[in-house]
């Protein structure tokens, strides 16, 4: 089991960085994630950088990178980020019938690819770049 830096308990840079998640965020108290990567705060504060800038407002809509992002996690097998991001993908509006045709989605996703990989198919000319 990690250690979980709380709050009270955190150095002034930690401090520094939960507030600009809990700031971000609109929440109380940051998740498990931040203070299990508070143990090295250069981590923490190179990962809260890094997804804030890449999930800031930009092309993509919100819960559309969301669901991406969940995606990822359950591909992964990450319990955690798919359980993190399911909740803020439904925070951004993401309905029962979406989440049901995602994981419809990655579970066909899954299942060609392993195909695909298992049979060696060759990649059509036309795909190529």
Not at 29 to 43: E, G, I, Q, S
Not at 60 to 83: F, H, Q, R, W
Request: with cysteine; hydrophobic share 45%.
């Amino acid at each position: 089991m990690p250690t979980l830096t709380e709050y009270a308990n955190a150095r002034p840079e930690v401090r520094a960085i939960y507030y600009s998640i809990k700031t971000a965020r609109g929440v109380p108290d940051v998740n498990n994630f931040w203070k299990a990567l508070a143990v090295h705060p250069p981590t923490l504060a190179r990962t809260w950088e890094s997804l804030s800038a890449v999930m800031a407002p930009g092309a993509l809509d919100p819960l559309v990178k969301e669901m991406i992002y969940l995606t990822v996690s359950m591909a992964n097998g990450c319990a955690y980020c798919t359980a993190s991001h399911t909740a803020a993908a439904r925070a951004k509006g993401m309905t029962e019938a979406q989440y049901g045709e995602l994981l419809a989605v990655i579970g066909m996703a899954a299942e060609t690819n392993r195909l695909a990989e298992a049979l060696r198919v060759p990649v059509d000319p036309t795909f190529e770049d």
